[in-house]
């Protein structure tokens, strides 16, 4: 039987208590998501907020920014793995 510490205890319930301030404040997302943003997502992506799984309900898993192109993906490494 494994018993709990005072320090694993105080861990659980400080990280309970963190995630719940920022889940219920939506701080943790920055800004709260409404019907009405997701139906306009198309203009989030712009700002390259993808607000869906797919971009927008038109689902077409497209980005408009234009960062990388033909003549930057050449200097394009891997980052991180």
């Known amino acids: 039987m494994k018993r709990w510490t005072y320090t694993g205890v105080a861990k659980v319930l400080s990280s309970t208590a963190v995630l719940t301030a920022l889940f219920s404040t939506g701080s943790l ?3 709260d998501v409404d019907g009405n ?3 306009n ?3 989030e992506l712009e700002k390259g ?5 797919h971009g927008s ?3 077409w898993h497209y980005s408009p ?6 003549k930057t993906v050449g200097k394009l490494s ?3 793995s």
């Open 65 to 70: 920014l234009d960062q990388i192109n033909t």
């Open 49 to 53: 907020n993808w607000l869906t799984y």
């Open 78 to 80: 891997e980052a991180w």
């Open 29 to 31: 997302f920055g800004a």
């Open 57 to 59: 309900y038109k689902s």
């Open 41 to 43: 997502a198309d203009k």
């Open 37 to 39: 943003r997701l139906l």
